[in-house]
Structure formats: structure tokens, C-alpha cells
């Protein structure tokens, strides 16, 4: 974990994101997409509380630590129609400040969207 941390670009297996609001559709949308990319791509990792030019956000993640696992296996369920589970949240620090990993593993059958997830922008 501490290589992921200390990376400062985006890549194929590692996803910033600046913020994570639990009671935001669209941010749970984009955390769903990207956990869908990552199971079908080989695996990675979320950071939440990372800008995109990998320094930390300073912003809250309490509301990331604190998703009970079941109902973002529910939330995935919702939008693909498979109950994945094979991710894994942690508590990191970089420079100071708290970070969420989301750790996703890979699957061997695709995981598919079959509802459209959709947001304002």
C-alpha cells in the first residue's frame, strides 16, 4: 500500500478521487463504475482523499471508512446484477492526512452493467 500512496498519476490499476460523499448518487455511481473497471481489468486500487495530482484533498472520508461492505455489494448488485464482494476497504495516511483505500480484486466473468446508472453532472 505505501508504493500506492507515494504515487502521484493515475494509472490502469490505481484511481483518485477527491471526495466521496455517501449521500450523493453520482459519487456512488463513479466509485461503482470504477470498481467494475478495476474487477475486469486485473484488479486496483481507489484512494479517496486524493487529488487527481496525487496530493491529499484534506477532505473528510469518515462517511468512505464507515460504508458497511454489504451495502456496496448491494449498490453493485443494483447496476450489474452481481453480488461482488471482492473488495476491501482501509484507513491509510499520506502526508498527514486520512486516506480511504478501496482495494478491488479481479473476477474471471466480466462484471456487466445492466441498469443505466445516471446523475446530474
Do not use: Q
Not at 2 to 16: C, P, Q, S, V, Y
Amino acid at each position: 500500500m505505501k508504493a500506492l500512496l507515494e504515487r502521484t498519476t493515475e494509472a490502469a490499476d490505481l484511481d483518485f478521487k477527491s471526495k466521496f460523499d455517501v449521500n450523493n448518487l453520482g459519487d456512488w455511481l463513479e466509485i461503482i463504475k470504477d470498481i467494475a473497471a478495476f474487477t475486469n481489468s486485473g484488479g486496483g486500487t481507489i484512494l479517496i482523499g486524493v487529488n487527481d495530482d496525487g496530493t491529499p484533498s484534506e477532505t473528510e472520508v469518515a462517511g468512505a471508512l464507515g460504508i458497511d461492505p454489504a451495502d456496496l455489494t448491494n449498490k453493485i448488485y443494483k447496476y450489474t446484477g452481481t453480488h461482488f464482494h471482492g473488495f476491501e476497504f482501509a484507513n491509510c495516511e499520506k502526508a498527514g492526512n486520512e486516506i480511504c483505500s478501496i482495494t478491488v480484486k479481479s473476477i474471471s466473468v466480466p462484471l456487466v452493467f445492466t441498469r443505466v446508472g445516471t446523475y446530474e453532472i
